[in-house]
């Protein structure tokens, strides 16, 4: 059950918060940065917990006040890591975590703490075998994966990668919402089987698809979706470029993004701006033929994941955990980061073939089906946490941080 849902403090109170003795269900914490596309996950983590008996749940939405946005404010033109960005959130994250749990919100209330993503999490290497509490930390990326795979600086991560490495030592379990962030907590952290889980982002596939409507004819315009608020990040000014330059006689671009400046001088292209998420899914998804998003930097999009269960093939870059959603020449095709012309021959070949499309498109729902159920990830993940605290109970505290087995 779902004992309280707050934002940051409001409406915590001792007498808010679970038993003091450690009986019962299992007493869970969950602190949670609903940004970005987090803000699903949180949501689906306030579902699963709230039909647990043997949960007695807390969460609490972390969000972030005035000065707090300004301290961890990105500093432009510095990035791949040089402004200390994600450094800088986690070390005020420390510090206002670290004093909830010693006030208001007293880790000896909790058997068990669920913190996503780890970008918040440094505070638990300061409670870690010094309670009887278990800490369970979510992550989609590491800053090991940052460095390798999106060519941030090394000496600019290095203070994050320590940091890292504590709050993964001090864990005792990491809960990746991708496999391919779960790869780099064993091969560069060192993480045993033992102490790792996979919670994909997951999602029932809704009831409408371009399933729903035959394959369309040679002769008809196809539909190209893109969806993205990060609108540079997501390449989605070389998608439009890509389009007016090669298929904007014969194929509409549909444009979902609060950050896109809209042309009117670009032919055949609408514009939609921002869209409810229900909207988006049970509207205007089901009526597009391809999604496209030629990223530089994602780890496991959402917009991808949605627009599979949709019915829609996706053509996108060959990056992080998205090939684990998109099965190159099943489900959609894979173009190595940055390629334009691969992205345009990929997306060309399947405006050719309305029923390759379709095919494809019917392969996608199947895959969101059946590797990303949520009652199975998330299903997954509660049994876990009440595991994790039914095993604190009978250990009580620990001999030190990662405990004396780690």
């Known amino acids: 059950m779902n004992r309280l849902v707050s934002v940051n403090l409001e409406g915590v109170r001792p007498d808010r918060l679970p038993p003091v003795r450690a009986e019962g269900p299992v007493r869970a914490l969950f602190l949670t940065g609903s940004f970005l596309g987090f803000g699903t996950y949180h ?28 301290l961890g404010k990105s500093i432009r033109p510095l ?28 880790v000896d209330r909790f058997d068990v703490v669920h913190v ?55 864990a005792d379990l990491v809960v990746g919402r991708n496999a391919w962030a779960l790869e780099s907590i064993e091969d560069d952290f060192g993480v045993s089987p033992e102490r790792r889980l996979l919670a994909r982002n997951s999602m029932h596939p809704g009831p409408r698809s371009r399933l729903d409507t035959p394959p369309r004819q040679p002769d008809e315009p196809l539909r190209v979706a893109f969806v993205g608020n990060a609108w540079i990040r997501k390449g989605g000014p070389e998608l439009v470029r ?27 292209v609408v514009w939609h701006g921002r869209v409810a998420r229900e909207e988006l899914l049970g509207e205007y998804l089901p009526s597009m033929d391809i999604f496209v998003m030629p990223t530089r930097e994602d780890m496991h999009p959402w917009a991808i994941l949605e627009a599979l269960a949709c019915g829609l093939p996706v053509v996108s870059s060959r990056l992080a955990g998205i090939p684990e959603m998109v099965r190159h020449g099943e489900n959609g095709l894979l173009c190595e980061p940055g390629d334009m012309a ?41 049994d876990r946490l009440v ?10 505290p620990r001999d030190g941080p990662g405990g004396p087995s780690r």
């Open 43 to 70: 949501r689906q983590l306030l579902q699963y917990a709230g039909c647990r008996d043997d949960l007695d749940a807390v969460h609490i939405e972390l969000r972030t006040g005035t000065w707090a946005k300004a």
């Open 79 to 106: 990035d791949r890591g040089i402004d200390q960005h994600a450094f800088r959130h986690l070390l005020m994250w420390r510090w206002v975590i670290r004093r909830w749990l010693r006030g208001p919100l007293p």
């Open 116 to 170: 996503l993503t780890e970008g918040s999490a440094l505070a638990i290497c300061d409670f870690a075998g010094r309670s009887a509490t278990a800490f369970a930390v979510n992550i989609d990326a590491t800053a090991a994966q940052a460095i390798r795979d999106f060519g941030y600086h090394r000496w600019a991560m290095g203070p994050m990668l320590a940091a890292q490495r504590r709050i993964f030592d001090a």
């Open 242 to 268: 890509l389009h007016q330059q090669r298929w904007a006689d014969r194929a509409e671009l549909h444009v979902f993004s609060a950050e896109a400046p809209p042309d009117a001088s670009a032919r055949n």
């Open 342 to 382: 691969a992205i345009g021959e990929a997306v060309a070949a399947l405006l050719e073939d309305p029923v390759r499309c379709h095919e494809m498109g019917r392969a996608a729902r199947r895959h969101v089906e059946t590797a990303y159920d949520p009652d199975v990830m998330f299903g997954g993940l509660m």
């Open 387 to 396: 595991a994790l605290g039914r095993t604190v109970r009978e250990r009580g």
